[in-house]
C-alpha cells in the first residue's frame, strides 16, 4: 500500500470540502524510485579530480492497480487538487494508519493517465511525483 494527504481544492467529491485535508491509502502495482544527481566534475592541472555535485532530484514512477467504485472519485480529487504545483505527502511503502516514510512531494508531470480496463469500471491510474 501506498498513501497520500492532500488538501482537496478541485474535484471535491462526496461529503468532502474543499480546504480541508484527506487520506488515501492506494494500492500502487508500479512504484519506482528514480535519482538523478546534478553534478559536474572537475580535474586540476596536476591531475586531481573532483566532482561538484549540485542536487539530487529523486521521483516516483507510479502506477495504481485496478481502481474501481468510490475510489476512483477520491484519486481524481487527489490527483486535480495538486496538479497545480500543491504539495502533499507521499509514503510509498505506508499506510496512513501505519506511515513508513512520509515525504513532500509535488505532481512532477502536467498530466494523469487512467487506463480503463476492458469495458467495466475499473481504471489503472499513472502518475509521477518528485520528492521535495
Not at 467504485?69 to 510509498?92: I, K, Y
Not at 515525504?103 to 475499473?122: A, F, M, Q
Amino acid at each position: 500500500m501506498s498513501s497520500v494527504i492532500y488538501t482537496a481544492t478541485r474535484s471535491v467529491t462526496g461529503s468532502h470540502v474543499a480546504g480541508n485535508n484527506y487520506a488515501l491509502d492506494f494500492s500502487a502495482g508500479k512504484l519506482n524510485r528514480k535519482s538523478k544527481t546534478a553534478q559536474k566534475p572537475h580535474i586540476a592541472r596536476g591531475g586531481q579530480s573532483e566532482t561538484l555535485r549540485y542536487r539530487q532530484t529523486i521521483t516516483w514512477d507510479i502506477t495504481t492497480t485496478r481502481v474501481t467504485g468510490p475510489n476512483m472519485p477520491l484519486l481524481r480529487e487527489f490527483l486535480d487538487s495538486v496538479d497545480g504545483g500543491e504539495v502533499f505527502t507521499f509514503d510509498p511503502y505506508g499506510t496512513n494508519a501505519m506511515p513508513d516514510n512520509p515525504v513532500s512531494c509535488k505532481l512532477d508531470s502536467d498530466s494523469y493517465n487512467e487506463n480503463r480496463h476492458g469495458t467495466t469500471d475499473s481504471f489503472r491510474v499513472s502518475f509521477r511525483v518528485k520528492q521535495l
